[in-house]
Nanobody, 115 residues
Framework: QVQLVESGGGLVQPGGSLRLSCAAS????????MGWYRQAPGKQRELVAS???????NYADSVKGRFTISRDNAKSTVYLQVNSPKPDDTADYYC?????????WGQGTQVTVSS
């Protein structure tokens, strides 16, 4: 079955950087649109960025110019490079894989932006 395993979260200082990874298995990775979502306490889950199998990307306005999504189809892995994070970026970050009407989710990784 499809499995998505996120890693790379943790505590980061404002203005710092970190990279989130999501390793996928049980799927033909290149066919799926991969995404990163986040959910802060008391807020709804929101799309951060997505990338198609061919590399077309889409970003939330709040992260444009600071976050970069990428994928390695050979490794079945999607990444989220987080640069210049702000305290408002603190949230649980979730990896998603979508194909048609199906969407799969990872278990999430916590990112805390604080000095």
């Amino acid at each position: 079955q499809v499995q998505l395993v996120e890693s790379g979260g943790g505590l980061v200082q404002p203005g710092g950087s970190l990279r989130l990874s999501c390793a996928a298995s049980g799927m033909t990775f290149r066919l799926y649109i991969m995404g990163w979502y986040r959910q802060a306490p008391g807020k709804q889950r929101e799309l951060v960025a997505s990338i198609t199998g061919g590399g077309v990307t889409n970003y939330a306005d709040s992260v444009k110019g600071r976050f970069t999504i990428s994928r390695d189809n050979a490794k079945s892995t999607v990444y989220l490079q987080v640069n210049s994070p702000k305290p408002d970026d603190t949230a649980d970050y979730y990896c998603s894989a979508s194909l048609g009407s199906m969407t799969y989710w990872g278990q999430g990784t916590q990112v805390t932006v604080s000095s």
